[in-house]
């Protein structure tokens, strides 16, 4: 199909071809990517509010439109007209590159993400390292805001957190290995592939530890509650986006539900099969459910890991900063060393259809 | 223009542009924001090299932890730019001792005598189906494998090293004991006094 494409534009301008070809058509698929993204991420908002209403009893956004769909537009517009104010001692250009450092990186992490068999932007051989490697950058963003807004609540914020997010990171390094030595594999196209058949056929039974362990970790790196030391409202007043307002806070709230979506979408890619379906290889079943698309699958594993985000959002109190450290260093760090040993002894034994 | 010499030119601008501002930044922010596009911009001509992985491990372990402890220090520090450059000149004779040194070595062993085309040969390009993790493996596991696992050991003993040093002076730690924050009692934090309640008649 996009070679026919392609071969239609070059008819039309001659010197369309060969690396400018390449560019347009990445241009063009990254935006048919976003642009489903940013309407899922506005209606995450709505149904973050809209849940946890419902499980404190009350009723939720429901005063803009039809059971107050049309809410996300109207926080946009907000947004959109709301001053931006600079801190009158602040560094203007750090403070205003620590938003679109922190949105940058959420969205070039999507460039790697298998959505179907053969449905992606690029087939990277290294795709998982560049999930990490890309992720890892968007430190800066918190880094940057809390250095460039010369305040001191920022600052304890980004301090705080970037400590945080590295040390959860280690963490998930470890469980990407585990899952790297089962699949044999760093492109996340194969180890979704290598998961076919089925649900025993994923690797949430082999790694259920593992997969615990990267939800929490998944949970601070996205900064989100009960982990939200970032924030903090009842310590640190906002963290890191005291001083911002208007479209720069709004980049920063952007890039924390891409980033959301894509530790879902994570989730769903190493431990519950991607795209399968969960019905393969069981008869009947298998057939019944034969005409249902690859993407629904996936969009349904995935929407169930962002009803979890909520449902823990409503559920626990914020924990203390040196207890998630101390959960960070002393029990998960040792549990995932102790469980590449055990995943390598299986590998060795060959147990369960996994290895 | 091939498409990948353009690539190549406009990476290596970058590259060699903020290379050259990170030095002359005053800003210690900005420096180190300079030299993450710096590693940014090598981790791109080592992609156009055919080297994704090496690439991707630059920026996962330079721009995502190295740097990043950077910024903490510099964000720590109350740099007072005038001792800086009182200092200047007093340094200046052995910076630019080391600076030659460093210089020499490199053109010592990166000169085009020893990589040059015709002493190692073209380097053929793989198709898209080689994959770099392999080959590196391979080598790493196989003919490397003890100078690589003597490398692993004498970072753990760097690591042992650092924790003790910074560990050995606890003297205004607020360090908590967790397990006991955990295991206490709701009847060691909290005594229920039985307190008879006056009658209306009597405290009239």
Known sequence: ?355 | MEFTSVLFYIFSFFFVTSAVMMITARNTAKAALLLILTFFSAASLWLLLEAEFLAITLILIYVGAVMVLFMFVIKMLDTDKSTLRAQFTRYLPLGIFVSIVVIAQMVLVLNAGQFDLEVIGVPERHDASYSNITAIAEQLYTVYVYPFELAAILLLIAIIAAITLVHRNQLRSKKQNISEQVNVQAKDRMRFASIKPKSSKESK
């Open chain 1, 1 to 355: 199909m996009w070679q026919s494409f392609v071969d239609s534009i070059h008819q039309l301008i001659p010197w369309f071809d060969g690396g400018l070809a390449v560019i347009v058509i990445i241009l063009i698929k990254g935006v048919a990517l976003i642009f489903p993204l940013i309407i899922m991420m506005a209606y995450m908002t709505y149904a973050e509010r809209k849940v946890i209403g419902f499980m404190q009893l009350r009723i939720g956004p429901n005063r803009v439109g039809p059971h107050g769909l049309l809410q996300p537009f109207a926080d946009v517009f907000k947004m959109m007209f709301k001053e931006i104010i600079f801190p009158s001692k602040s560094n203007i250009y750090l403070f205003l590159l620590a938003p679109v450092l922190a949105f940058v990186p959420a969205v070039a992490v999507w460039a790697v993400v298998p959505l179907g068999e053969g449905f992606y932007i690029a087939n990277l051989d290294v795709s998982l390292l560049y999930v990490m490697a890309i992720g890892s950058v968007g430190v800066y963003g918190i880094v940057l805001a809390g250095w460039a807004s010369n305040s001191k609540y920022p600052l304890i914020g980004a301090l705080r957190s970037t400590a945080l997010l590295i040390s959860y990171e280690l963490v998930i390094g470890f469980v990407l290995v585990t899952v790297v030595m089962i699949a044999s594999s760093v492109n996340l196209n194969t180890v979704v592939a290598k998961q076919a058949g089925g649900i025993l056929n994923w690797y949430w039974i082999p790694l259920f530890p593992m997969m615990i362990v990267f939800w929490i970790g998944a949970l601070v790196e996205t900064n989100r509650a009960p982990f939200d030391v970032v924030e903090g409202e009842s310590e640190i007043v906002g963290g890191t986006h005291v001083e911002y307002s208007g479209m720069p806070f709004a980049l920063f709230f952007m890039a924390e539900y891409f980033n959301m979506i894509f530790m879902a979408m994570l989730a769903v890619l190493l431990f519950f099969g991607g795209w399968h379906s969960p019905f393969e290889g069981i008869p009947y079943l298998e057939g019944w459910f034969e005409f249902v698309p690859d993407l629904f699958w996936l969009l349904v594993k995935m929407s169930f890991f962002l009803f979890l985000y909520f449902w823990i959002r409503a559920s626990f109190p914020r924990f203390r900063y040196d207890q998630i450290m101390r959960l960070c260093w002393k029990i998960f760090l040792p549990l995932t060393i102790v469980w590449i040993f055990v995943v390598a002894l299986m590998t060795q034994l060959h147990i369960g259809p996994w290895f």
